[in-house]
């Protein structure tokens, strides 16, 4: 308990969402253990967590793997709740994952209630590329009507599997300090606003 | 209409024969006295006449009309017990519906298990529910929620979400709806090893599989918005079923709120919009009420119908009851629905009722341990009180299972030391005594209700039923005498009988059960009779009854004529009897047999009556036979004859006197026999008999 004082590094959440077998599991192990995972078994809600170097600073990355499976949508909402930054992943080789995406961006926008919510669209599976149905600027486009950025990634190729995830932490550090300028001694404030916000809608 | 003056059947009973205008007629035309007395006389006789007339018809019928009187109460107590087996098929059936009702409320495992199973496993959930109660203090509000059902429990360790040091340990419940840490009592003098945390609804919070790393082993997290709680487990086996049972909860929760949605949607299409946005609000419970406000009465009545009930003021409870229920009928009569409190308090109310049904049928069940000292009189009340409750069909089977349990006590302590006939009639006197009681109570109790009547009938039955097999097995023994047989059977019917008063007519079911066994034991005694006759026949001398003295004979005339024969013709002498021994013994046991025949007899029993009475009787007449066939001298054969005509005329004339007294009619077998045998009346005696058709088979 002695413990508590000492400043612990910021702790960022980071959440993956998006349809079933797109590759979230994938790319989360990529990035922790650098390994790629040929087997698919589909996730419930696992966590994982993880120390590192961003941009010269100590912190730690909180990762949120959810489970795409359509049996799962109607909890999601408890998960997103927690979630300071989404990636948001479809396989570029199916394109009912990538309009799905659609969905997961509503649903994270209405519990989040936040239109600047850090938040990555990322392809993944960029190395089958033979097999692609959704094109780079179909992809891209929605990224840009969004106002969030698009990156192609492979779990198995590690392609950007690191800049996702880093690029969001960037995003979501960013967004903290900014909060703490605007609303510094406010937080309670604007919490209550939410809450009534909610109770209207 | 012309005067006729002759009084006929046809003319006094035509349609337009009016009575003054006829005599007025009569003493006009008709002068003198005379002619009026002839006349009179006329319908007298008619009068007689008509009325032999009318005895012959109601005797003619008379077999038919009681058959049919007992057949009718035969169908009256089958209708009953249908009645019965209708009633308990609804019960059933209304069991089975509302198991099917509270599944749809409740967010129950729904996976494919069947009704039964899932009332079954209701009971046991209760019981788990209530150790909870008793383990976790400040969690009384546990088994207000219906439906809540218990899946896992366990103690986990706490740790710190951001750096993983250990905060506390906690004791952990999973219910179907929810997820409730408690944590240990350090107060060492607290009765309870748990004290009451926080219960999250199931439905806000998300469950998250912590990945192994490092030190963090074993751990999965909750997320309960704003916060999170990391939990430790001791292995990765219980973590993993901590995650299954989470999973299995949720996942139940999901389709019971689906259906939910879909059923509310339906019913209320105005209300669907609000109830399309998110279904876990978290916000919902900080909406102010701003409904009616209640008496305070009324949101006291849960508490004041504990405390009533844990000091067993049962009638105050149910007073209590009635009010909220008042309340809240008039409450939604004027608002047209009811508030949140009002259900609330209801849905508070209905476990207090159910609580208190449970009580009062406890009160009524059936103990070893619990002394029946009370009687029905102490069972009085929580009939009352269940009946109150709308409960009576409960009631009722628990009221008569009790009178079952009070009767077999009742009759262990009739003891067996005394004669057979002695220990019937304390034993008959013993049950139906008490049925007459039970009963009286019964219909004190349950005054009106159709099906409650039909579950006595059944009952009534099912008792008598115990008490013949019992009887039967007690009574009929072969070395039981028909006389003593016949006391006890009558004895029973007349117990059984005194039930009749209250409606309740068991005597065709006694007469039933008791038929074959009589039936076997008439002929039993038949068959030893005859045997007896044949002993007899073998000492017969055919020399005149010596009674050695004048007030031995005295005393033998005076016995036979109780009997209701006059032997007075018969004496010669001072001490003479002019019959044989063998005669006479005969008519003594015949009389007796007779006698117990008559006082058994039942229309089914009838016609083996009639056989025994018969054969008998032929046994003791074939001797008669035999022996004047063989006889060769006249005064003997004389002497013999005078003896067949004593049976043949003055007993059986005697015996078909009783016959008719007690059947209504006389015995046709033994007129058969006298028919037969009339020959020997007049000391002629047949030469063969082969011809002769056995009289039984005729019968058959
Ligand atoms: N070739 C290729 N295969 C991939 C890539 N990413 C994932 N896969 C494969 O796709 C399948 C599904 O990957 P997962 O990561 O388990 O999918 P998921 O999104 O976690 O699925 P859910 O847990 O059900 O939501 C697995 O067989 C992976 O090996 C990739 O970048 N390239
Ligand atoms: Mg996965």
Redesign the pocket.
Known sequence: MSKKPTAQPALHKVIMV??????????TLQFMYDE????????KADSYRKKILLDGEDVQIDIL?T???EDYAAIRDNYFRSGEGFLC?FSITEDESFQATQEFREQILRVKNDENIPFLLVG?????EDRRKVSFQEASERAKQWGVPYVE????TREHVDKVFYDLMREIRARKMEENKTNNGRGKDKSKKKKLKCTIL | MEPSKEPTLNLLSSKDFVPEKYVRDLSQSLVGGPELRRLRKKIQALYEETNNNLKRNVYHNYMQFIDTAKEISHLESEMYQLSHLLSEQKALLAALSTTSILGDETPMITGAENKNDASERGDENRQKLASILEKVEGCKELLEVPGRTYLHEGDLLEVDPVDNNTIKTVHAYLFTDGFMTTYRNTNNRGLMKYVFEVMYELGSLAVVNVRDIGNNKHQFKLLIFPDTRVFQCTASSSKKEWLDKFDQAKKARLTQEQQKRESIVEKSPSRSASIESPSFNPFEDMEEDVGTIHPEWFIEIPEELDVCVAQRHFEEALIFLQKSKDYITQFVNTNGQPDHVIIDIQRKVELRHNNLTEVLMKELEVNPDKSQQGGLRAARRAVRLLNQLGRSTQSCDLFLKLCSSILKTQCKRVKRECSTAMYVRHLSSVVFTNMCHMTEEFLRAFPSSSSCSSAYVVWASNELSLFTSHFIKQVFMPQTSLSTLTECVVLVRSQCERLCSFGVDLCYQLDGALRTPLMQALKDTRDKSIEVAKLRALEDKWIPMNLRSKTGLARFLLQYSEMGLKLDDYVTGDIWIQLTNSTLVFAKLYLTLLNDCLQLETTELLHTINEVLYDVFEAQVRHVESSLRNEKQVEQRKFITKNADFLLVILQDLCQKKYKETIGFECESLHKLKKEYSALIKGVSPTSRSTKTKYSSEFL
């Open positions: 998006g349809s079933g077998g797109v590759g979230k599991s994938a790319l790629f995972v040929e087997d698919y078994e589909p996730t793997d489970a795409g499976q992943i993944n599976k960029s190395d089958l990634t492979s779990a198995k």
